[in-house]
């Protein structure tokens, strides 16, 4: 794009650039056994949110002002969405209120309260590819309320029962949002304690509905289903919830319009908003016995992602001390159309276990994790004493951890590059600052920032590694004249966290690149074993009159 400028027709690449283009052309990428990426988390009662690199090292923290709520993300773009605690019901574990959208620097861009009676969102969020977000949230209901949906007297404590509800919320401003969609586990209950009460029914003819008197314990009625983790599979738009109080998750179809979700009918799977498959403990809808209770007090379910080993499978972190914590991998039963296999009559869902499974570092009765990583390996958190592990398809640990304080969860993270715009004005003119992260075991290596004027995709490989820049004129200028208008800062040295910055400027009134469109990504070379080390995320730059 800016070869045309006089001053670069006749430059020379500086010596470095040179050593770098052959380090480009001819190096081999360097493997090792453990994912080369960060771990994101943030400890329950402190104010921060942490990027941990595989040396151990907290190479970026976002600071806030109030404690967590408890789920926290990375988003595509690199902003951070961190459920935040608010004051009411301080006393009820996993409580939030709140919800957060904050970039790189700290700064929040978005905030969204859902705190009233009728609402009151706790633990976990899922962000949705759509922008939208989904919120756990707990709705109010007096002991009237719940008597005559059929909830047994004798297991009612206080004054309040509170059962579990989904939203999905939209952007609608800096401090606002609006509810796009909603699922009630209020509408799908079944019960059969009173023959003249609402929701009358045998229990075991229906699994796809809940039984409002299981479990059976007054001390656990005010937080009925207390749903500890969300996730969403965008292939098959299914969201899957951890109901603790049941020692289940259950899977439901987010293809149904908000009155779809309330009724029984509806949607892609026909069912409306009625449980497409619950698994764990079919004791929960008066099936099998003790024997075949298989989740205890599990947590943070999440679907496999397309393309990772296992795609389509579901993670779970059991959190038994019957058997010791462990992380599970559960194929989902279903049938060639992709829908689930209904159990019979007298029998439950399947599987019969998990298809794989690996010892938590450490047993945890309360909050951690488990994920798929890309390169096969699962990455596993036992929360309650901030411990993470890395293990292989084997079970064998290759990266270990100790945070030391408690952890709700923690994620893999690939991203390495961040901007603090996507756009620049061209009439005004300004800058567009590049934040590289690549971790401490790349310090001290030499980073280079490159440019792409035609798109991330196909990309290109360079020394082994995938880079999401495609070669075009403005490629070669960044690969061969570093730090020259409109770059600076482009060549350098990581510091001790791996970490540099570079800078995208222009000046006022250059209105003839108006509508120009630019990648940037990074890489990082050892130029004395002459490797290529890391390759980066692209960060979007479009250039607007």
């Not at 608010?86 to 309260?113: C, E, K, N």
């Not at 945890?364 to 488990?370: D, E, F, H, K, W």
């Not at 408690?406 to 590059?417: C, G, K, P, Q, T």
């Not at 310090?443 to 490159?450: D, I, Q, R, S």
Request: glycine share 12%.
């Amino acid at each position: 794009m800016f070869h045309r400028r006089p001053a670069l027709s006749t430059a020379q690449p500086p010596p470095t650039a040179r050593i770098l283009l052959g380090v480009i052309l001819t190096s081999a990428v360097s493997l090792s056994a453990q994912a080369p990426g960060f771990r994101l988390w943030g400890p329950m009662i402190g104010n921060e949110t942490h990027l941990l690199d595989t040396g151990g090292n907290l190479v970026h923290t976002w600071q806030h002002s109030a404690r967590p709520g408890l789920g926290v993300y990375l988003l595509p773009d690199g902003d951070l969405l961190r459920a935040r605690h608010v004051r009411r019901h301080t006393t009820t574990g996993g409580s939030g209120g709140a919800l957060d959208r904050i970039s790189f620097d700290g700064s929040v861009t978005w905030s969204f309260s859902y705190d009233t009676p009728a609402g009151f969102s706790h633990h976990d969020i899922a962000p949705l590819p759509n922008g939208n977000v989904l919120m756990i949230a707990w709705e109010d209901k007096t002991v009237p309320e719940a008597r005559a949906a059929g909830r047994n007297p004798a297991f009612i404590a206080g004054s309040v029962f509170r059962p579990d509800h989904l939203i999905e919320v939209q952007t609608t401003g800096p401090q606002a949002g609006t509810i796009v969609w909603r699922w009630h586990v209020w509408d799908h209950l079944i019960q059969d304690y009173d023959p003249e009460g609402a929701n009358f029914g045998v229990v075991a003819d229906h699994p796809e509905l809940v039984d409002i008197n299981y479990p059976l314990d007054p001390a656990q009625a005010p937080d009925w289903n207390h749903c500890n983790g969300i996730d969403y599979d965008p292939v098959n738009d299914w969201i899957v919830v951890s109901a603790h109080r049941q020692n289940e998750i259950w899977i439901i179809d987010h293809s149904t319009t908000t009155a779809e979700a309330a009724g029984h009918t509806g949607g892609r799977y026909g069912k409306g908003g009625d449980l497409l498959y619950r698994w764990g403990n079919p004791q929960a809808y008066r099936r099998g016995t003790v024997a075949s209770q298989q989740l205890f007090g599990q947590h943070a379910p999440c679907f496999i992602p397309p393309g990772y080993p296992g795609a389509g499978n579901v993670m779970v972190f059991n959190n038994s001390l019957v058997t010791g914590s462990e992380a599970w991998e559960l194929v989902l039963p279903l049938d060639a159309s992709g829908r689930f296999i209904e159990p019979p009559p007298t029998g439950f869902f399947g599987p019969t276990g998990p298809v794989w499974s690996a010892p938590a570092p450490v047993s945890s009765p309360i909050v951690s994790n488990a994920e798929r990583l890309p390169n096969g390996n699962t990455l596993i958190c036992s929360g309650q004493v901030g411990r993470f592990s890395e293990v292989d398809p084997s079970g064998v640990e290759v990266w270990s951890h100790a945070a030391q304080q408690n952890v709700f969860h923690a994620h893999y993270v690939e991203r390495s590059l961040w901007s603090d715009a996507t756009s620049l004005n061209l009439g005004e003119g300004g800058s567009v600052q590049f934040d590289l992260v690549a971790g401490s075991p790349r310090a001290g290596e030499t980073y280079l920032v490159l440019g792409s004027a035609s798109g991330t995709s196909p990309g290109t490989t360079v020394g082994g590694l995938p880079l999401p820049l495609n070669p075009d004129s403005y490629f070669v200028l960044t690969a061969t004249m570093p730090s020259v208008f409109p770059l600076t800062e482009t060549i350098g040295t990581l510091d001790g966290a791996g970490r540099a910055s570079a800078t995208f400027g222009l000046p006022p009134g250059l209105s003839f690149l108006a509508g120009l469109h630019v990648d940037h990504a990074f890489l990082a070379f050892d130029l004395g074993s002459g490797t290529t080390t890391h390759a980066s995320n692209a960060v979007p730059l479009d250039l607007l009159p």
